[in-house]
Every structure is written in C-alpha cells, then in structure tokens.
C-alpha cells in the first residue's frame, strides 16, 4: 500500500469519527504525535508556530505566513484541519 494512500486512509477514518471520540482520542500525546506526522510540511509550520503565539491568530493573518505563489500549499494545509487538531 502507497504511503499517501494510507495518509488519505487514515484521515478519512479521523474525519469520520464523532467530535466527542474524536475529543478523548486526542487526549493522548502518542495519538497527536502521530496525526502530526501525517500532516504535510505546511500545515506542521502552522500548529508549531501557533504553539508558541501567545495571542489567538486570526484566518487573514494566515495569509500573511506565506508567498503567494504557496497559497495552494496553504490552503491543503488549513484542509487538514479539519481532523479537529
């Protein structure tokens, strides 16, 4: 089995999941540790970047962390979020 057909696998099966399994799921630091894995360059930047901010980034100043010759890039990594990390 190809690896981006297991990453398409794997995230479809998370997105399935109910948000209060989802929820418990992420409780787990092994867990988060692995979806991170799975999640593409851009979108790791994003969540490791956003660790460390210590006010809340609004979505417009996303478009402010990258060229816009990248904006594809951007928008597949704000496409994962939708694993509810």
Not at 27 to 53: D, G, H, Q, V, W
Not at 67 to 84: G, I, V
């Amino acid at each position: 089995m190809s690896s981006h057909l297991f990453k398409a696998t794997v995230n479809e099966y998370l997105e399935g999941l109910p948000k209060t399994v989802q929820s418990k799921l992420y409780e787990a630091p092994a867990t988060c540790l692995s979806i991170f894995r799975l999640l593409s360059p851009m979108a790791k930047f994003y969540i490791m970047s956003m660790i460390f901010n210590e006010k809340p980034i609004a979505l417009r100043d996303l478009d402010k962390w990258c060229k816009p010759s990248a904006r594809k890039l951007e928008f597949e990594a704000l496409k994962d979020w939708n694993l509810y990390i």
